[in-house]
Each structure stands twice: as C-alpha cells, then as structure tokens.
C-alpha cells in the first residue's frame, strides 16, 4: 500500500464515509484498510474526548474539514506537515489522513500513556513525547507548514499557552497556519447554570459547575478580553500549574498573540457536536 493511495482514496469520500472510513475501513479497498488507525476502548474514548463512537470522530472530522478549507484559502494547495499538538490517542491527526499522507503527519503529548496508546494504534504516523512546556528540542526551525490542537489550549495555563505560541512561531513555516481551539464564552455560562443543582451531576460536568465559587467574576473577567484560566489539573503529569480549564476570548488574542502571528479566522459553531471555537493564526513573513 502507497500511503499517497489512502490519502486520495480518502479525499474523494463524502462527510459520511469518511468517518465510516475512519473508523474501521469500511467502504475502502481492502488493501487500505490495514493504513486507518485502530479505535481505543468506549472507556477511553469517553474518559478524554466525553464521546464515543462516531460522535467523536465526526467532531473530529468537521475540524479537520474547517482547518483545511483555511489552510487553503490562507497558505497553500499542496500537502502540508502537520502537527498535532496534544495528540492522545490520535484521534485529530487520523483525519489528516484524507489531506496528507501519514509520512508527513507528527502527534505530540506530554503523557506517555497517550503516546503508547496512539503508537499502538498507527504504526504509520510518527506519535512522540514532548515537554509540558517548550522548548520542543525535537524540532528543525519552520519544519511545519500547518500545526493543530484541538481541545488543548482550552486547558493550558496563560503563561504555557503563550510560551507554546512563542515555540510554533518557531517551528512553522513562514505563512503557515496555527489552529488551536479554546472554551467559548458559553462554557462559563453553561457551568454556572449547573452550579445551582449539582446533585444529579456526574463526571465532567459535575466538574465544570464546581471549578469556581464565583462564574459572574469570570464571566466579566472574559468580556473584559481577560485570559481566564481555573487550575484544576487533570491527574497525573497534569498538574494544576498548567493544566485546567482555559477561557480565551478573541480581544485577548488580537491583543496579545499578534508578535509572530496574524489572527486570520475565528470560526464559532464548526460542528454539530463541537462547541469549541477555532482560532486561526497564521504565521507572519520573516
């Protein structure tokens, strides 16, 4: 199998079969099937993403399609290296599969677990360590033309967060593209609605209505264009200090993640099942 076979073999799929195809093969030839990703466990898949099944891969899918559309628009035609920044178990960089062969795709995460899991998964594409915070040694200078995280920096403290936009600015090459979601607005607004009955609350919900005594202060902090970030880890090599819950609104970016980069799209409402906006950078000529 010619990894170039999958990558057009998959770019000519409509939504619907290529998530089926990106879940287990199905509508692929046979001698490309063995080129798709396996699948974790339900257990998995809920315990980090809170989906299962085609659910998450269909969020992951639409993400996919509004990253590249841009990258099109923005940068290029052609097939890009793509990072996947806070890889897991590979569900965002399995997609890329139908944009660029798995050669030239690369997945980081700061938990050894993750990157086991992803290896396990995919032998085609390159998954590896990396530190919580930068410098991401493993890196030529301008080596990626297109870097993605989604569901990262909606987790990183304000100090990492820009510490890692400093670093891709860094590693991508001039004009390329850095896409990254965080919470929206909606997510502190949500949660203090459930803080008021949290008894019949489990899991990840029950943990967003109880990550603060005061949501108004937060809320206000955000439409003030401040950085709002609640640190409450997340087990683990995922310690508070720069893991928990982050809230960027788009005046902070504009504000203060414009040195190295442009903020070129900001793209509410890309899925039916993801609720975390996109931030578009693109990386400003040298």
């Known amino acids: 199998m010619q990894a170039s076979d999958l990558t057009g073999y998959l770019r000519l799929m409509g939504k619907e079969?290529?998530?089926?195809?990106?879940?287990n093969g199905t509508g692929l030839?046979?001698?490309?099937?063995?080129?798709?990703?396996?699948?974790?466990?339900?257990?998995?898949?809920?315990?980090?993403?809170?989906?299962?099944?085609?659910?998450?891969?269909?969020e992951a899918v639409d993400f996919c399609?509004?990253?590249?559309?841009?990258?099109?628009?923005?940068?290029?035609?052609?097939?890009?290296?793509?990072?996947?920044?806070?890889?897991?178990?590979?569900?965002?960089?399995?997609?890329?599969?139908s944009v660029t062969p798995a050669s030239m795709i690369t997945g980081v995460d700061v938990r050894p677990d993750a990157v086991e899991l992803a290896r396990s998964l995919s032998a085609a594409i390159d998954f590896s360590l990396i530190a919580p915070r930068p410098p991401a040694y493993q890196f030529q200078n301008r080596i990626f033309d297109l870097i993605v995280g989604y569901s990262v920096f909606s987790h990183l403290s304000?100090?990492?967060?820009?510490?890692?936009?400093?670093?891709?600015?860094?590693?991508?090459?001039?004009?390329?593209?850095?896409?990254?979601?965080?919470?929206?607005?909606?997510?502190?607004?949500?949660?203090?609605g459930q803080s008021e009955n949290t008894v019949d609350l489990s899991g990840h919900?029950?943990?967003?209505?109880?990550?603060?005594?005061?949501?108004?202060?937060?809320?206000?902090?955000?439409d003030a264009g401040e950085f709002v970030y609640v640190p409450t880890g997340g087990g683990g090599l995922l310690s508070p200090d720069f893991f928990g819950e982050a809230i960027i609104p788009k005046s902070y970016v504009e504000?203060?993640?414009?040195?190295?980069?442009?903020?070129?799209?900001?793209?509410?409402?890309?899925?039916?099942?993801g609720t975390q906006p996109i931030i578009v950078l693109q990386r400003n000529s040298f």
């Open 158 to 192: 304000e100090d990492v967060a820009q510490a890692w936009i400093n670093e891709f600015a860094r590693i991508v090459a001039p004009s390329g593209l850095v896409c990254i979601t965080t919470r929206a607005r909606m997510h502190l607004v949500n949660s203090k």
């Open 29 to 58: 030839p046979e001698y490309l099937r063995s080129g798709i990703p396996g699948m974790p466990s339900e257990e998995i898949q809920m315990s980090t993403t809170g989906k299962v099944g085609q659910r998450n891969i269909i």
């Open 205 to 222: 919900l029950k943990q967003y209505a109880t990550m603060l005594d005061d949501f108004d202060t937060a809320i206000s902090r955000y």
């Open 17 to 23: 079969s290529l998530v089926s195809a990106l879940m």
């Open 255 to 273: 504000k203060n993640w414009q040195t190295h980069f442009t903020l070129v799209d900001w793209i509410d409402n890309f899925s039916e099942v």
């Open 65 to 97: 399609h509004s990253v590249i559309e841009r990258y099109r628009t923005h940068t290029s035609s052609g097939q890009p290296a793509v990072l996947d920044f806070g890889c897991g178990w590979g569900r965002i960089a399995r997609t890329f599969l």
